[in-house]
């Protein structure tokens, strides 16, 4: 079971991070994935990383601002590190997981098979 916090309001140009856990459980062999969804949009892609770390994939509109990251320790935790945060990055935030990935399912969200409840980030102008 997946959970993601760390979300809050903060003021455009500021720094938040992302965490997703799974408790008692690794991601050795999983990708796992951060999405988001603002009110009336569609749920998007955000930024994809392989247990190994040797895939990374992130979305074109992060513009290299947000970096992700696994740990995969027994309580495994996979970070979203988000700098300089605009406006429209308010959304809420998901993390997925999948043991079934490849490199041309990492984008999209049918690819997981684990998901969390989801943690909201508010960006103030």
């Known amino acids: 079971q997946l959970q993601a916090s760390g979300g809050g309001l903060v003021r455009a140009g500021t720094s938040l991070t992302l965490a997703c856990t799974a408790s008692?459980?690794?991601?050795?062999?999983?990708?796992v994935a951060w999405f988001r969804q603002a009110p009336g949009r569609d749920r998007e892609f955000v930024a994809a990383?392989?247990?190994?770390?040797?895939?990374?994939?992130y979305a074109d509109s992060i513009e290299g601002r947000f970096t992700i990251s696994v740990n995969n320790a027994k309580n495994a935790a996979a970070f979203l590190q988000m700098n300089s945060l605009k406006p429209e990055d308010t959304a809420v935030y998901y993390c997925?997981?999948?043991?079934?990935?490849?490199?041309?399912?990492?984008?999209?969200?049918?690819?997981?098979?684990?998901w969390g409840q989801g943690t909201l980030v508010t960006v103030s102008r």
């Open positions: 997925a997981a999948t043991a079934r990935f490849n490199l041309a399912t990492l984008r999209s969200r049918y690819g997981y098979d684990y």
């Open positions: 008692g459980s690794t991601f050795i062999g999983y990708a």
């Open positions: 990383i392989t247990w190994s770390g040797a895939h990374i994939a």
